[in-house]
């Protein structure tokens, strides 16, 4: 897929998790530009769209099935460098009970680590 593909197909999973959390835009409408919310909501908001790309095992984000959803999905120019930031940034998760706050902070992670290659609807 193309980036605007991608992102075309991740708003989908966005228009099926704002709702849930009852977030808003405002909210959630800048977490590609590394605006993370540090609001309960918001963090579960971005569990659900990972749930949604069936990333999440076991209430974290699963290595082996984010990788496979890399590879499907992810421009072939990008895919490396977001597979090296999974790598580095996936155990964040493991500081946090809170299911939602742990991918949260990984994906927080993703951002700062790689904020060139970082898709999010």
């Known amino acids: 897929m193309t980036r605007p593909q991608l992102k075309k197909t991740l708003t989908i999973m966005k228009n099926q998790c704002m709702p849930k959390y009852k977030v808003t835009n405002e909210k959630v409408g800048q977490i590609e530009q590394g605006v993370f919310v540090e609001d309960h909501d918001v963090m579960c908001y971005i569990a659900c769209v990972y749930k949604t790309a069936q990333v999440v095992k076991n209430k974290r984000l699963d290595k082996d099935l984010v990788s496979k959803q890399i590879d499907v999905l992810y421009p072939a120019e990008i895919r490396e460098a977001v597979k090296l930031s999974t790598v580095k940034c996936i155990p964040v998760q493991y500081n946090y009970e809170d299911e ?12 700062e680590d790689n904020p060139a290659n970082f898709i999010f609807p």
């Open 100 to 111: 939602c706050e742990g991918i949260f902070y990984s994906v927080k992670c993703l951002y």
